[in-house]
C-alpha cells in the first residue's frame, strides 16, 4: 500500500466539509475527495476513505430526518435494489490512479455545476409506485456502480434527480438521499474490505474531525448562511479540485 500522507494543517477542512454537507441531508464524500485532490492526494485507496466517511457524516443526517418523520422507504427501496450490488461491485474492481482521478475530476465538476446552476428543479408531484420502480431500478444501478468505484454515496445525484422528477419536496429528498449514501457506501466499502484497499491510518487522523463536523451541521444545520450561499461555496470547490486533477 502506498504512504498517504496527510498533512496536519487540512484537518480542520474536513470539519468545515462534515459541517457543510450534514447540513443538507449529504455525507460530504465529494468534498472529502475535492479536498485530497487540492493538496495533490490522488490514489484509488482514497475511496474506501471517503466512503467511511460518508457512513458517519450521513448516518446522523439520516437519524435527524428520520426523527422528524421525512423519511420514505417506499421511494428509497426502488433504488437501492440494483444499487447496493453495483457498488460492491464497484468497490471490488481496481482501477488505476489515472482512471480514478479522470473519473473524479469528472464527477467533481459535474456535482460542483450541479450546486452553482441548478440549485432547485422541479415541483412536487404523484407518482405511481410503477413509475419509481421503472425508473429508479437503472438510477440506482447507474448510480450505485459509480459510488463504489469513486468513494462517493451517490446521493449528491440522486437529490437532484428525485427533485427533477417532482417525487418528494426538499426535506423528503434529503431524508431518501442520507439514507441511500449509508446504504450505498457500507456496499461499496465492502468490496474494498475485500479487496484489502482500506488503510486505517488516515481514517483515525481525520474521523475526529467528520464527527464533530457532522454532529455540529445535523443538528445546527449551518445557521450563518442561507442555503443557497452553501451551495455556491461546495460547488467552487468542487469545480476547482476537478480542474486540478484535470490539469494534473
Known amino acids: 500500500m502506498p504512504d ?21 441531508g ?9 479536498l485530497f485532490a487540492i493538496f495533490g492526494i490522488v490514489s484509488p485507496y482514497l475511496a474506501p476513505i471517503a466512503l467511511t466517511l ?26 437501492i435494489v440494483t444499487s447496493i450490488p453495483a457498488a460492491f461491485i464497484g468497490g471490488w474492481i ?18 460542483g455545476i450541479r450546486m452553482l446552476f441548478f440549485p432547485k428543479i422541479g415541483q412536487k408531484t404523484d407518482v405511481t409506485d410503477k413509475t419509481i420502480w421503472m425508473l429508479g431500478i437503472p438510477i440506482g444501478l447507474v448510480l450505485g456502480g459509480i459510488a463504489g468505484m469513486i468513494g462517493i454515496g451517490g446521493g449528491v445525484f440522486l437529490s437532484p434527480i428525485i427533485l427533477m422528477l417532482g417525487w418528494a419536496d426538499v426535506k423528503r429528498t434529503a431524508a431518501v438521499a442520507s439514507a441511500f449514501i449509508v446504504l450505498n457506501s457500507v456496499s461499496g466499502l465492502t468490496g474494498h474490505v475485500i479487496r484489502g484497499n482500506v488503510m486505517l491510518e488516515p481514517l483515525l487522523l481525520i474521523g475526529g474531525f467528520v464527527v464533530a463536523g457532522g454532529l455540529l451541521g445535523s443538528y445546527m444545520g449551518a445557521k450563518l448562511v442561507t442555503q443557497r450561499q ?19
Open 4 to 24: 498517504l500522507h496527510i498533512p496536519y494543517y487540512i484537518l480542520p477542512l474536513f470539519f468545515i466539509v462534515a459541517l457543510l454537507y450534514s447540513s443538507v
Open 26 to 34: 449529504h455525507g460530504g464524500a465529494s468534498g472529502y475527495l475535492a
Open 54 to 79: 460518508n457512513v458517519i457524516v450521513a448516518s446522523t443526517s439520516f437519524s435527524m430526518y428520520k426523527r422528524e418523520g421525512y423519511f420514505s422507504a417506499r421511494l428509497l427501496l426502488p433504488f
Open 94 to 111: 481496481q482501477i488505476t490512479d489515472e482512471l480514478f482521478a479522470l473519473l473524479l475530476g469528472l464527477i467533481l465538476l459535474l456535482t
Open 230 to 248: 452553501l451551495q455556491i461555496a461546495l460547488g467552487i470547490v468542487l469545480v476547482i479540485a476537478s480542474l486540478k486533477l484535470f490539469f494534473q
